[in-house]
Structure formats: C-alpha cells, structure tokens
C-alpha cells in the first residue's frame, strides 16, 4: 500500500503539534506556555457560525481565565473574499499579540494563517498571492477545526476569492504549529455537514493516493484517512453523538490534510466546474466528482486503484472497479446527489464545463493525462449518473 517504488525527492509538511481528546479546546493554554507564551493578547479568527453556537468561548473562556487577554475576530464567512483577508490582517496588526488561534470550518482556518502572517508583516495580501515567503516569521497559530473535513488544519495554503476567482496564498509559514482536535466540537454539526465534509476528506485521501506527487508520507496518511472514513463515515453520520464514530472523523480528516501534500487530482477540477454552477458546498461537489475521477484513472493505475479498493472493503484482490461502487454507494447511503441533473446542470452546460476544468483547473498530478475528448465522456455520463457506462469506456481506453 505504502510504495516505495520511485526514487524522486518529496518534501512534506504538517503541524509540528498535535493535540486531540474531548474537551482539548479548553487545553490551548497548555500549548502557548510550552511555547513561552505566559500571557498578553490573543487574536482568535472565529466564523460567525462558530461564535453564534458559542463554541468560541470553548477556546476563550478558558484561555481567559488562565490571564489572557482575547481579542476575536468573528468576520469570517465562507469563501472569504480579498476585502475580508485585508480587514483581518488590519485587525491583526492593531494590538501586539502573542498568537493567534484559528477556529471554525476550512475559511476560518485558512484566514487565521493569513491573521499570523500578516500581523508580523506589512504587506497587502495580494502582494503575497500564489507561493509566497515572508519575511518575517507569522505569529505562533494554533488551528482547532470544528468540522471533520476540509482538513485546513493541517496545510499549507490559504484559499480566499479574488474578485470572483478563487485564488491562494501557499508557503510552508503558513503551516499551524499546533493542531488541536476535539471531537466534542463536532458533536452537534448536522447529518448533511458530516456527509459533506466528510467526504471531502476521503476525496483528499483517494485523489492523493491516485496523484502522481503521492510519496510514503502521504501513501501512510491517504491509506489510514480511507480506512478510518470507511469504518466511520455512515455511524457519524447516522447518529450525531456517537463521539467515537466523531473522534475517529476530526482525526481522518486531519490526516487527509496531510495528505494534501501529494495535491489532488482531477476531482477537485471538476468539483470547481460544478461549484461554478450551483452553490454546492465543497464536500459535495467533491463527492460527486469522485467516483467518475476513478473511473477516469481506471487504466492508468489499475494496481493502485485495487489496494485502495481492498482497504476500504477490507478483503484482499479486489478489482479497481469494486472502489468506484463502493464510493457511489457510499454517496446514496449518505443522500447525497449522484448526477449532475439532480442539481440542475444538464447536458447543455457539459461544453463550458469542460472547457473550464482544461484551461481554469489543469491538473499535472493526475495520472491519466486530462483531455478534452476523455473529460467528454465523464461529463455525459454524470449529467445522468451514469457510472457503469463510465467505467466501461475508461477500463477500455
Ligand atoms: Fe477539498
């Protein structure tokens, strides 16, 4: 499962802490003394969600009364926007703080790391767009996610919408120092969130361990995100307070964000397509792109394909074919759309999204090379949930 096979150079990165158990939260205190941070201002970057539930007080109350002064920022909203990044990192810069810690879904996350990087220095964000270094070391920032998912929390980027356009900044400075994982914070989100976000972190672990970056580090990360979502997906999703079936999500989830450092494949391209079209939270998009992405690389990477196979459905000799059933049943049991009609695109709309995903989303990392005429036939068949006819066209050429 684990290959060892290729001899190139990978470099990986990933929280240098992690903390995890319920109530961790509370613990934050524990991780600034560690880094001599005995006391001053903490900046908090919330979403607003995050702090209408309360669950900011989680992380604040304790932190205050162990003689730090909190300062939160609770302008977060999902896709945050450049003038959003801009307002934070002014906000960042008017008090001296010690560090900053993320908290909320993947937005929250991606804006702290711009909060601690900004407030150590002076440019404007879209000076530092695309990879990027700073000059000065961000502030310490601790991530504490609560969802199971988007795994933010464990990555080097930042994504924010730049007039419309998504667009990133990404260095290994941006990486949290300390990752806290508290499943208790995940306890109350809603069946369709844990559906979504689940499966946006198995997207990151099968679309990883397809990519054609995949290293041993990521192999051991995608391998154990796609054995613990299979086990423990449907029971979180099923009943909400099962905090061992939680535990086990916050902590695949993480692990798929580490596995992000092999990128992703072309899932994630025709997600994009599909987001542009309707507004789908990202999970499901990924979800619904996921399967035809295998088919897709069906002949390209048979042997790889059936390991992830035999991992999910836990037997041995599993054909490749067997993990594109598995996830597109996997999609029905957690009632979320398969096809592309279902959220109103339809054949008419497959022309520009095609277009789109070759020319907006290219993907060097996939396996299988990404043209236009392949991309026609995963398109058409996704408009009625075709997945048979998929994989039939892809085993054969
Ligand atoms: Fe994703």
């Given amino acids: 499962m684990i290959s060892f096979a290729k001899s190139n150079v990978y470099s990986s990165q990933g929280p240098r802490q992690l903390m995890m158990g319920d109530g961790a939260a509370g613990q934050v205190e524990q991780l600034l003394k560690g880094w001599k941070i005995a006391g001053g201002d903490v900046l908090l970057v919330a979403d607003k969600e995050v702090v209408k539930l309360g669950l900011d007080r989680k992380v604040a109350a304790p932190l205050e009364a162990a003689g730090y002064a909190v300062a939160v920022f609770d302008g977060i909203v999902g896709e945050p926007t450049l003038e959003i990044a801009e307002a934070l990192a002014g906000f960042a810069r008017q008090k001296p703080f010690k560090a900053v810690v993320g908290m909320g879904g ?17 440019e404007g964000v879209t000076e530092h767009l695309g990879a990027t270094t700073f000059a000065k070391a961000p502030l310490p920032l601790i991530n504490v996610p609560t969802t199971a998912g988007t795994g933010a929390e464990a990555t080097a980027v930042s994504m924010l919408s730049v007039q419309g356009r998504k667009a990133v900044v990404l260095g290994p400075q941006l990486v ?68 061992e079936a939680r535990r086990a999500m916050i902590y695949g989830a993480y692990i798929g964000g580490l596995t992000l450092n092999a990128g992703v494949v072309l899932g994630h391209s025709v997600a994009y397509t599909i987001a542009n079209r309707c507004h789908l939270p990202h999970g499901v998009s990924c979800a619904m ?29 599993s054909k490749p074919e067997e993990l594109v059933t598995w ?60 997945i048979v006819r998929a994989v039939e066209y892809y085993q054969g050429g």
Avoid at 376 to 385: F, S
Wanted: proline fraction near 8%.
């Fill in 106 to 122: 993947g937005s929250s996350l991606d804006m702290s790391k711009l909060a601690a990087a900004f407030a150590t220095n002076p």
């Fill in 176 to 243: 949290p120092l300390a990752t806290v994982l508290d499943a208790e914070l995940t306890k109350t989100l809603p069946p369709k969130i844990t559906a979504a976000t689940g499966m946006d972190a198995l997207s990151h672990a099968l679309e990883g361990f397809m990519s054609i970056n995949a290293s041993p580090f990521t192999d051991t990360q995608a391998t154990t995100c796609m054995s613990i979502v299979a086990r423990w997906l449907k029971p979180a999703y099923e009943d909400g307070s099962n905090m």
């Fill in 289 to 317: 792109a996921l399967p035809y992405t295998i088919a897709y690389n069906l002949k390209a990477i048979p042997e790889r394909i059936s390991q992830a196979a035999d991992l999910v459905l836990g037997k041995h000799g």
């Fill in 327 to 386: 996830v597109d049943e996997l999609i029905v049991a957690l009632g979320l759309p398969r096809s592309l009609q279902e959220v109103d695109i339809s054949e008419t709309d497959v022309p520009a999204m095609i277009a789109e995903c070759v020319e907006r989303y290219p993907r060097p990392t996939n396996p299988a090379p990404i043209d236009a005429d392949r991309l026609k036939v995963l398109y058409e068949t996704m408009v009625t949930g075709d």
